[in-house]
């Protein structure tokens, strides 16, 4: 619960006890905005994970692995310098707000003894971490926050450390005259309006537990005396505390103990830790913000191309429209050759017997021409409708076709995992014209592609495609014409290929199969298969775009298999 203190002074007590005495071994920086300290302690290895990225701001334990970047950051270089093979002397919460200070013990160049600092803001949108000498002045962060744009908290080297101070009064402190001084009314938003560090969920358990969360008037000296009571209580919540019993609730958030206003049947998970809870919750959600963040700038380039080619598509409807009447033009030709008798000089229109429809018709004249020259300018109307006709129903079906091939991409990309390899698809939407321009004097190196989704089930090889460019080299050029092919009945997905070798494959390994092609489903779906010489190119299509035949169909529910995928 990134924005409540009652949690954080829970965790900080549990990680002053855990790391205090601890030696960094290994410092990274696997993103921009995360750290990880390999620690030693008793004998035992622990990494503690330390962000400030604004969807998931965190400090705890962690099982997670993440790789780091081949050329570490300066932050990580520096802090390399000064806190490799430092003890943690302590850590604690920071003036009395949403900050834990690590307290490091180390040794200079010279082996004199020396002092750091790393403060952690745990402050959502705000947070931030920021490492200091002994006299708190500030030697890096991970945002540098100047004086125009953060006049009351400026994050720069060379500076000394001074977050803003709480202008309400921390629940940590002597607060209860802010109870006194409450003459009625709504005593939770009022409690909240002057108490920093609860958030509302914590504030609604306070004074469910004082038996005040109905209280709407001058509270009374046995409301106070429960008030205070349980106020002490709150303060000195540790590990030690009887209710200690880190869980989360509802899916929702990190809580050092069950909250009796929240607990209902089967929504609390229990852990034994506050940093495991933490890991539990915020790992799988870092990896979910990570990815969009990653692919934030892919999806707006396969959006735009989509939008464009969804624009090509309905100026090609339009001018379809305009060739509706072509017919007319050529009727108007033949009826001013048969009545150009009656067309004097300076006629604006000639009205005639249609000798198609039996109706009178006016036919609009330019006066500047001859007869014979207006007949000529309707049929050369026509004529160039007619051409414009065949072209643009021909573009129409290809725009129709690079359509589905752009909502494949967009597809893909809404189903890229966290570690897989984006390179194959920023390929497809430059082929497209859809990726970033790049000069042609720039050197770009070209990386290699990440494999295919190997798995291993019963003696059967399978492979999934990870984007189109893969599914087309699956099917086309890994498969033979007798393995199995499948693939999501009428929508876009992965092609999965099962290598049989000749041997019939068995009911258990094709389910498997068709679970692991409805893998990025949220609920059961249809698959087609059918052996691969049944599978042909889309003429003119584009890669992955296929058609098929003489298909079988199976309902298969969702499941990546991961235990059976074979690692790289």
Same mark, same amino acid.
């Given at each position: 619960?990134?924005?409540?203190?009652?949690?954080?002074?829970?965790?900080?007590?549990?990680?002053?006890?855990?790391?205090?005495?601890?030696?960094?071994?290994?410092?990274?920086?696997?993103?921009?905005?995360?750290?990880?300290?390999?620690?030693?302690?008793?004998?035992?290895?622990?990494?503690?994970?330390?962000?400030?990225?604004?969807?998931?701001?965190?400090?705890?334990?962690?099982?997670?692995?993440?790789?780091?970047?081949?050329?570490?950051?300066?932050?990580?270089?520096?802090?390399?310098?000064?806190?490799?093979?430092?003890?943690?002397?302590?850590? *604690? $919460?920071?003036?009395? #707000?949403?900050? @834990?200070? =690590?307290?490091?013990?180390? /040794?200079?160049?010279?082996? +004199?003894? !020396?002092?750091?600092?790393?403060?952690?803001?745990?402050?959502?949108?705000?947070? *931030? $971490?920021?490492?200091? #000498?002994?006299? @708190?002045? =500030?030697?890096?962060?991970? /945002?540098?926050?100047?004086? +125009?744009? !953060?006049?009351?908290?400026?994050?720069?080297?060379?500076?000394?450390?001074?977050?803003?101070?709480?202008?309400?009064?921390?629940? @940590?402190?002597?607060?209860?005259?802010?109870?006194?001084?409450?003459?009625?009314?709504?005593?939770?938003?009022?409690?909240?309006?002057?108490?920093?560090?609860?958030?509302?969920?914590?504030?609604?358990?306070?004074?469910?537990?004082?038996?005040?969360?109905?209280?709407?008037?001058?509270?009374?000296?046995?409301?106070?005396?429960?008030?205070?009571?349980?106020?002490?209580?709150?303060?000195?919540?540790?590990?030690?505390?009887?209710?200690?019993?880190?869980?989360?609730?509802?899916?929702?958030?990190?809580?050092?103990?069950?909250?009796?206003?929240?607990?209902?049947?089967?929504?609390?998970?229990?852990?034994?830790?506050?940093?495991?809870?933490?890991?539990?919750?915020?790992?799988?959600?870092?990896?979910?913000?990570?990815?969009?963040?990653?692919?934030?700038?892919?999806?707006?380039?396969?959006?735009?191309?989509?939008?464009?080619?969804?624009?090509?598509?309905?100026?090609?409807?339009?001018?379809?429209?305009?060739?509706?009447?072509?017919?007319?033009?050529?009727?108007?030709?033949?009826?001013?050759?048969?009545?150009?008798?009656?067309?004097?000089?300076?006629?604006?229109?000639?009205?005639?017997?249609?000798?198609?429809?039996?109706?009178?018709?006016?036919?609009?004249?330019?006066?500047?021409?001859?007869?014979?020259?207006?007949?000529?300018?309707?049929?050369?109307?026509?004529?160039?409708?007619?051409?414009?006709?065949?072209?643009?129903?021909?573009?129409?079906?290809?725009?129709?076709?690079?359509?589905?091939?752009?909502?494949?991409?967009?597809?893909?990309?809404?189903?890229?995992?966290?570690?897989?390899?984006?390179?194959?698809?920023?390929?497809?939407?430059?082929?497209?014209?859809?990726?970033?321009?790049?000069?042609?004097?720039?050197?770009?190196?070209?990386?290699?592609?990440?494999?295919?989704?190997?798995?291993?089930?019963?003696?059967?090889?399978?492979?999934?495609?990870?984007?189109?460019?893969?599914?087309?080299?699956?099917?086309?050029?890994?498969?033979?014409?007798?393995?199995?092919?499948?693939?999501?009945?009428?929508?876009?997905?992965?092609?999965?290929?099962?290598?049989?070798?000749?041997?019939?494959?068995?009911?258990?390994?094709?389910?498997?199969?068709?679970?692991?092609?409805?893998?990025?489903?949220?609920?059961?779906?249809?698959?087609?298969?059918?052996?691969?010489?049944?599978?042909?190119?889309?003429?003119?299509?584009?890669?992955?775009?296929?058609?098929?035949?003489?298909?079988?169909?199976?309902?298969?529910?969702?499941?990546?298999?991961?235990?059976?995928?074979?690692?790289?």
């Amino acid at each position: 619960m990134g924005s409540d203190l009652f949690a954080l002074s829970a965790l900080a007590n549990e990680l002053n006890l855990a790391l205090k005495g601890a030696r960094i071994d290994k410092i990274q920086q696997p993103e921009v905005d995360e750290l990880r300290f390999f620690i030693r302690n008793n004998g035992q290895n622990k990494c503690l994970v330390v962000s400030c990225n604004a969807g998931a701001p965190r400090i705890h334990f962690t099982t997670s692995k993440k790789q780091s970047p081949k050329v570490a950051p300066n932050l990580c270089m520096l802090l390399r310098k000064y806190l490799i093979n430092a003890n943690i002397d302590s850590v *604690n $919460i920071y003036n009395l #707000d949403r900050i @834990l200070s =690590i307290k490091f013990n180390a /040794k200079t160049e010279m082996k +004199d003894d !020396a002092v750091f600092y790393l403060f952690v803001e745990i402050m959502n949108r705000y947070s *931030n $971490i920021v490492f200091t #000498d002994e006299k @708190l002045v =500030i030697l890096d962060a991970v /945002k540098h926050l100047p004086l +125009d744009i !953060a006049r009351d908290h400026v994050v720069l080297r060379g500076v000394p450390y001074s977050p803003v101070s709480q202008k309400k009064t921390s629940y @940590l402190t002597d607060c209860i005259s802010v109870f006194e001084s409450f003459n009625g009314g709504d005593l939770h938003k009022y409690l909240l309006d002057n108490i920093s560090g609860f958030a509302g969920t914590t504030m609604s358990e306070f004074l469910y537990r004082a038996k005040l969360e109905n209280a709407n008037e001058k509270l009374t000296q046995e409301e106070l005396s429960r008030a205070k009571s349980t106020l002490e209580y709150f303060q000195k919540f540790s590990v030690d505390s009887p209710d200690f019993s880190p869980c989360i609730i509802n899916g929702k958030e990190v809580y050092p103990c069950v909250y009796k206003t929240l607990e209902k049947d089967d929504n609390v998970i229990k852990f034994e830790t506050m940093s495991d809870a933490y890991d539990s919750f915020y790992t799988d959600c870092d990896k979910d913000i990570r990815n969009k963040a990653r692919l934030k700038a892919l999806a707006t380039q396969a959006k735009h191309f989509r939008a464009k080619v969804e624009k090509n598509i309905t100026n090609d409807l339009e001018r379809l429209s305009e060739c509706e009447d072509m017919d007319k033009y050529r009727v108007y030709g033949e009826l001013i050759v048969s009545n150009i008798y009656k067309i004097k000089r300076g006629d604006e229109s000639l009205t005639c017997l249609n000798y198609y429809t039996n109706e009178d018709v006016t036919i609009p004249l330019n006066v500047q021409l001859t007869p014979s020259k207006n007949s000529s300018a309707y049929y050369a109307k026509y004529n160039k409708l007619k051409r414009t006709k065949e072209f643009v129903t021909q573009k129409l079906a290809a725009d129709k076709e690079l359509l589905e091939y752009a909502l494949s991409i967009e597809s893909e990309i809404a189903d890229t995992p966290y570690e897989a390899d984006i390179t194959q698809i920023e390929e497809e939407l430059n082929m497209l014209g859809g990726g970033k321009r790049v000069s042609k004097n720039q050197k770009v190196r070209k990386e290699k592609a990440a494999p295919p989704y190997i798995y291993l089930i019963d003696g059967f090889y399978i492979y999934r495609g990870k984007n189109n460019l893969q599914n087309d080299e699956l099917t086309f050029s890994l498969a033979s014409s007798n393995d199995l092919w499948l693939h999501l009945k009428n929508e876009h997905g992965a092609h999965t290929i099962i290598i049989t070798d000749g041997k019939p494959v068995p009911d258990k390994v094709l389910k498997i199969a068709a679970e692991i092609t409805a893998s990025t489903k949220s609920a059961s779906a249809e698959v087609d298969y059918t052996a691969r010489k049944n599978v042909k190119r889309k003429p003119n299509g584009h890669p992955g775009q296929v058609i098929y035949v003489n298909y079988k169909t199976i309902v298969a529910s969702p499941d990546a298999h991961e235990e059976f995928m074979i690692k790289h």
